[in-house]
């Protein structure tokens, strides 16, 4: 079975104070890696692909690596409009649908 | 802009009482799903559409039905929703069922059971 595991659950940083995002996946054969933001009543918004293991992506402050085990999301020098929730999703050659993980709330204070 | 709309935005009814949410396309995507968000919760996939094939999770409550008339509109049907049901639910969108391929997502619509 597909398992996503995000962490940590909530992260708090000073506007400008960079840190990542880990998410931890299990699947049998990795299909893509997705990268969603949720902002508080709203559905997620789509932010990177990835597909294989060395692959990176970056929009603005944000930069998404990917392992084999594992994917990161960067975010560099943040803003208080990147708080957010981040969700990572797996899809799996044996499924039709994405697996997600149940995200981390990031808050920017300025 | 080409987009997922979810109507109503905020649906409140009573325990028992059948409700209906809809969701649109203008992506002309074939697939469409529907997911029950719950507060800092994965969002959890109920089932899915390939073009007119229905596509139901085995873990989806009975509870739950969902039709989908043409390629741009999905219904999802709640026939007596209980207390629990009280969720975010999310219409997404993919060009393929692929799981190469990204879902575009709807703002949600916020159903609250009194």
């Known amino acids: 079975e597909d398992q996503v595991t995000q962490s940590p659950e909530a992260l708090r940083l000073q506007e400008g104070e960079s840190s990542s995002l880990n998410c931890s996946y299990t699947v049998s054969g990795l299909r893509g890696l997705f990268w969603y933001r949720q902002d508080p009543g709203k559905g997620p918004e789509f932010l990177f692909t990835l597909y294989s293991a060395g692959e990176e992506k970056e929009k603005e402050r944000l930069k998404a690596t990917l392992t084999k085990k594992e994917s990161f999301l960067h975010i560099t020098a943040p803003k208080p409009e990147d708080s957010a929730t981040y969700l990572c999703?797996?899809?799996?050659?044996?499924?039709?649908?994405?697996?997600f993980g149940s995200g981390t709330r990031l808050q920017v204070q300025p | 802009d080409a987009m997922v709309i979810q109507n109503p935005r905020y649906q409140v009814t009573q325990f028992g009482k059948p409700v209906t949410l809809s969701c649109s396309q203008t992506l002309n995507h074939n697939v469409m799903y529907w997911y029950q968000q719950k507060s800092s919760q994965a969002p959890k996939l109920l089932f899915h559409y390939y073009d007119k094939d229905f596509n139901n999770e085995a873990d989806t409550p009975d509870n739950f039905q969902s039709r989908r008339p043409n390629t741009s509109f999905c219904f999802l049907d709640i026939r007596s929703p209980g207390l629990g049901d009280a969720a975010m639910y999310l219409c997404?969108?993919?060009?393929?069922?692929?799981?190469?391929?990204?879902?575009?997502f709807g703002p949600g619509t916020r159903l609250t059971v009194l």
């Open positions: 997404a969108t993919s060009g393929t069922e692929s799981s190469y391929n990204e879902q575009f």
């Open positions: 999703a797996v899809g799996d050659t044996g499924r039709r649908a994405l697996t």
